[in-house]
């Protein structure tokens, strides 16, 4: 009887696994549509925003990079419910669509100079398809993985969430560093821009076989089960009341996370391109380096995870908010147009950002029941993201470019304790059994 019971653990444990590598190359897939935008500012900007000066036209393509992200919340509204009402599943898949298919518009589109502000419509809707596809993304995604991880190598397991961020940004990183060894900067402004956004239009049809052989997690079929036969002896709950009898958790969500993603989208999304346009780096050498800084954060990630299974999830954030706010100013100091200042700044960032990013999703889940666990975390992850995540290269390279970088690494240093602060004033929550929750 022991030996079956151990077998049929085991076998539960492998299916979760394979789910949970399915679920995380979905998120590499996901990520990489969203996040190319951003990586290939330089190349097409004048593209769209031609009469506006170098500066000008990637302010304007950084601000339209900012809208999208705008929309990640209405995302999360939509695809949270979904997820909560009728499975994580069917969540997922959708928000793959949209997000696949904002991508191979972009690639597709005609540039202003054929078509006028046509185009610049057309980028626009295009970025918001991305925002309000990948709001979904993580609506669905966190809630499956933490569901279905083993609780006391949650942090462990959920840790590639982080990773799988930092793979689909790496796979957009070294397309760009391929494609500007291959084609002249001429060539790059002109078309081979649009390749890595058509890539990713079709291999977003990949994650969607991914996504659709996936199983529903227990956690949430148990809970509809329960729902469904408690439906005619019970009230219809009301969506708002109970998003509000968990507002503490979900505004402990939007701290820890205003925190991380300032430091995310400043040096891992924008990092190459802030080197480029405000240090004047070689754009080669830039996608280089900042490549081998998200290898070293890929190391450094699992580590973390498991760290946070051992001594709490507080304890990552604790890590990475006093640290990153003691090393502001010497990184920013250290960054420069060559490539070992470039390495140190960018590495020195990764490593202790991954602190934060190894145990923030399975931190989150972990704050919140079933019923509202796709929403709670969603929301305000989404709200968190869309205001200080999105807005945080534009406002970079703005202060950069009128030489009051200086203000903008007191905000970042200030979001970082800020995130800290939250994360200590949290229930620690490591090890929770989120079957029976």
Same mark, same amino acid.
């Given at each position: 009887?022991?030996?079956?019971?151990?077998?049929?653990?085991?076998?539960?444990?492998?299916?979760?696994?394979?789910?949970?590598?399915?679920? $995380?190359?979905?998120? $590499?897939?996901? =990520? =990489?549509?969203?996040?190319?935008?951003?990586?290939? +500012?330089?190349? &097409?900007?004048?593209?769209?925003?031609?009469? @506006?000066?170098?500066?000008?036209?990637?302010?304007?393509?950084?601000?339209?990079?900012?809208?999208?992200?705008? &929309?990640?919340?209405?995302?999360?509204? &939509?695809?949270?419910? %979904?997820?909560?009402?009728?499975?994580?599943? +069917?969540?997922?898949?959708?928000?793959? +669509?949209?997000?696949?298919?904002?991508?191979?518009?972009?690639?597709?589109?005609?540039?202003?100079?054929?078509?006028?502000?046509?185009?610049? $419509?057309? %980028?626009?809707?295009?970025?918001?398809?991305?925002?309000?596809?990948?709001?979904?993304?993580?609506?669905?995604?966190?809630?499956?993985?933490?569901?279905?991880?083993?609780?006391?190598?949650?942090?462990?397991?959920?840790s590639f969430n982080g990773m799988a961020l930092i793979l689909g940004i790496m796979a957009a990183t070294a397309i760009g560093t391929v494609l500007t060894t291959a084609f002249t900067a001429e060539q790059m402004e002109s078309w081979a821009w649009r390749i890595p956004f058509?890539l990713g239009g079709f291999t977003g049809l990949f994650g969607l076989y991914l996504r659709r052989s996936l199983h529903e997690s227990e956690a949430f079929t148990d809970h509809a089960e329960k729902s469904a036969r408690n439906a005619d002896h019970a009230p219809k709950p009301?969506?708002?009341?109970?998003?509000?009898?968990?507002?503490?958790?979900?505004?402990?969500?939007?701290?820890?996370?205003?925190?991380?993603?300032?430091?995310? =989208?400043?040096?891992?999304?924008?990092?190459?391109?802030?080197?480029?346009?405000?240090?004047?780096?070689?754009?080669?050498? @830039?996608?280089?380096?900042?490549?081998?800084?998200?290898?070293? =954060?890929?190391?450094?990630?699992?580590?973390?995870?498991? &760290?946070?299974?051992?001594?709490?999830?507080?304890?990552?954030?604790?890590?990475?908010?006093? +640290?990153?706010?003691?090393?502001?100013?010497?990184?920013?100091?250290?960054?420069?147009?060559?490539?070992?200042?470039?390495?140190?700044?960018?590495?020195?960032?990764?490593?202790l950002l991954s602190a934060a990013t190894a145990a923030n999703t399975a931190f989150y889940a972990e704050l919140f029941p079933t019923s509202v666990r796709s929403r709670g975390v969603a929301i305000p992850y989404g709200l968190g993201i869309a205001v200080f995540g999105g807005?945080?290269?534009? %406002?970079?390279?703005?202060?950069?470019?009128?030489?009051?970088?200086?203000?903008?690494?007191?905000?970042?240093?200030?979001?970082?304790?800020?995130?800290?602060?939250?994360?200590?004033?949290?229930?620690?929550?490591?090890?929770?059994?989120?079957?029976?929750?």
């Amino acid at each position: 009887m022991l030996g079956e019971t151990t077998e049929k653990k085991t076998r539960a444990e492998s299916k979760s696994r394979g789910a949970m590598v399915r679920t $995380v190359l979905g998120i $590499v897939l996901e =990520y =990489y549509d969203f996040a190319v935008f951003g990586i290939f +500012t330089p190349f &097409f900007s004048k593209q769209f925003f031609g009469g @506006a000066g170098s500066i000008g036209a990637t302010l304007s393509v950084l601000t339209v990079f900012a809208v999208g992200f705008l &929309f990640r919340p209405a995302g999360s509204v &939509f695809f949270g419910w %979904l997820a909560d009402k009728r499975g994580r599943k +069917t969540a997922m898949v959708i928000a793959m +669509t949209v997000t696949a298919t904002g991508s191979l518009a972009i690639g597709v589109s005609p540039t202003s100079s054929s078509i006028g502000v046509a185009a610049v $419509v057309i %980028l626009i809707v295009a970025r918001i398809m991305q925002g309000f596809g990948y709001g979904g993304e993580n609506a669905a995604a966190y809630s499956y993985s933490a569901e279905i991880a083993p609780s006391k190598r949650r942090g462990l397991w959920m840790s590639f969430n982080g990773m799988a961020l930092i793979l689909g940004i790496m796979a957009a990183t070294a397309i760009g560093t391929v494609l500007t060894t291959a084609f002249t900067a001429e060539q790059m402004e002109s078309w081979a821009w649009r390749i890595p956004f058509i890539l990713g239009g079709f291999t977003g049809l990949f994650g969607l076989y991914l996504r659709r052989s996936l199983h529903e997690s227990e956690a949430f079929t148990d809970h509809a089960e329960k729902s469904a036969r408690n439906a005619d002896h019970a009230p219809k709950p009301s969506q708002f009341k109970d998003l509000w009898e968990h507002r503490g958790g979900m505004l402990r969500v939007l701290l820890m996370t205003a925190g991380i993603t300032v430091t995310f =989208y400043s040096w891992v999304v924008n990092g190459a391109a802030n080197a480029i346009v405000s240090y004047g780096a070689d754009k080669q050498t @830039a996608f280089t380096v900042a490549l081998v800084s998200q290898a070293i =954060y890929i190391v450094a990630t699992p580590f973390w995870g498991r &760290f946070s299974d051992r001594f709490g999830r507080r304890a990552n954030f604790l890590v990475y908010g006093i +640290t990153t706010a003691v090393l502001a100013f010497p990184v920013v100091w250290i960054m420069g147009s060559e490539w070992w200042q470039m390495l140190i700044a960018m590495s020195v960032s990764l490593v202790l950002l991954s602190a934060a990013t190894a145990a923030n999703t399975a931190f989150y889940a972990e704050l919140f029941p079933t019923s509202v666990r796709s929403r709670g975390v969603a929301i305000p992850y989404g709200l968190g993201i869309a205001v200080f995540g999105g807005t945080a290269p534009l %406002l970079d390279t703005w202060l950069h470019s009128i030489g009051l970088q200086q203000v903008f690494t007191v905000y970042a240093l200030l979001m970082s304790l800020g995130a800290a602060v939250a994360a200590w004033r949290s229930p620690e929550t490591a090890g929770r059994n989120l079957h029976d929750a």
